[in-house]
C-alpha cells in the first residue's frame, strides 16, 4: 500500500544537526512532490520545505531557510531533510508529505507518513 | 503573506448536529487551492477537502467544503463520533509556492 515512513528523529543539543529521512513505498515516488511539515508539541501544523518530483526546486519556510536543506533520492525511493544549527524553537513532529498530483507542485498534501520526534535540549 | 484565521477555536457538539468550521484569508485565495485536514490526537493529518469543494479519496459525504475569495467553510453535515478531531484549512499558492496552515479548529463532544 502506498506509504510514507519517516526516521531519524531524537534528541540533539542546540547547535548540533540531524538528518531526517522519509522511505516512500506502493506508488512512483519519482512522479510526486514531497513536503516537510512539522508541529510542535500541542501546536498547530507548520509547513516547512518542498522538493519538486525532480528535485529541479526546493522552496523553505521562512524560519527554516539557510539552516535546513530538502532533498531527494529517487533512486532510493526517500526523501531527506538536513537539519543545521538546530534550535530549540525546532522541537516538533516531523511529517513528511505526498503532493497530491502527479508532477504538479501545487496542490494538497494527500498521504502523510507517521511522523519522527526531533527534541532539541541541552 | 496570506495569513489564515480559523473559527471558532473549539466547538463543541453532541453526535449527529451539523459542524460549521470557518477559514478566513487576510487575502483573496484561488479555489483551486484550499484544503481541509482532519488530525486526531497522535495520528498524522488526514486530507478531507482539495480545491475547496472536492472530497478527497475515501472521506464519507457527510464532510463538504465551500467558499471563495477569502471566506471558506467545512461542513459536517452529521457528527459520528470519529469525527471528534482537531482540522486544519490551507491554502498553497505560487510566486514563491507557499503552504501555510490555518491553527485549527477543534470539535470536541459536548
Not at chain 1, 540533539?12 to 544537526?17: D, F, L, M, N
Not at chain 1, 513536503?35 to 519556510?61: C, F, M, T
Amino acid at each position: 500500500q502506498v506509504q510514507l515512513v519517516e526516521s531519524g528523529g531524537g534528541v540533539v543539543q542546540p547547535g548540533r544537526s540531524l538528518r531526517l529521512s522519509c522511505a516512500a513505498s506502493g506508488f512512483t515516488f519519482s512522479s510526486y512532490g514531497m513536503h516537510w511539515v512539522r508541529q510542535a508539541p500541542g501546536k498547530g501544523l507548520e509547513w516547512v520545505a518542498v522538493i519538486w518530483y525532480d528535485g529541479s526546486n526546493k522552496y523553505y519556510a521562512d524560519s527554516v531557510k539557510g539552516r535546513f536543506t530538502i532533498s531527494r533520492d529517487n533512486s532510493k525511493n526517500t526523501l531527506y531533510l538536513q537539519m543545521n544549527s538546530l534550535r530549540a524553537e525546532d522541537t516538533a513532529v516531523y511529517y513528511c508529505a505526498r503532493v497530491a498530483s502527479i508532477a504538479a507542485p501545487l496542490d494538497a498534501f494527500d498521504i502523510w507518513g507517521q511522523g519522527t520526534m526531533v527534541t532539541v535540549s541541552s | 503573506e496570506i495569513v489564515l484565521t480559523q473559527s471558532p477555536g473549539t466547538l463543541s457538539l453532541s453526535p449527529g448536529e451539523r459542524a460549521t468550521l470557518s477559514c478566513r484569508a487576510s487575502q483573496s485565495v484561488s479555489s483551486s487551492y484550499l484544503a481541509w485536514y482532519q488530525q486526531k490526537p497522535g495520528q498524522a493529518p488526514r486530507l478531507l477537502i482539495y480545491g475547496a469543494s472536492s472530497r478527497a479519496t475515501g472521506i464519507p459525504d457527510r464532510f463538504s467544503g465551500s467558499g471563495s475569495g477569502t471566506d471558506f467553510t467545512l461542513t459536517i453535515s452529521r457528527l459520528e463520533p470519529e469525527d471528534f478531531a482537531v482540522y486544519y484549512c490551507q491554502q498553497y499558492g505560487s510566486s514563491p509556492p507557499v503552504f501555510t496552515f490555518g491553527p485549527g479548529t477543534k470539535v470536541d463532544i459536548k
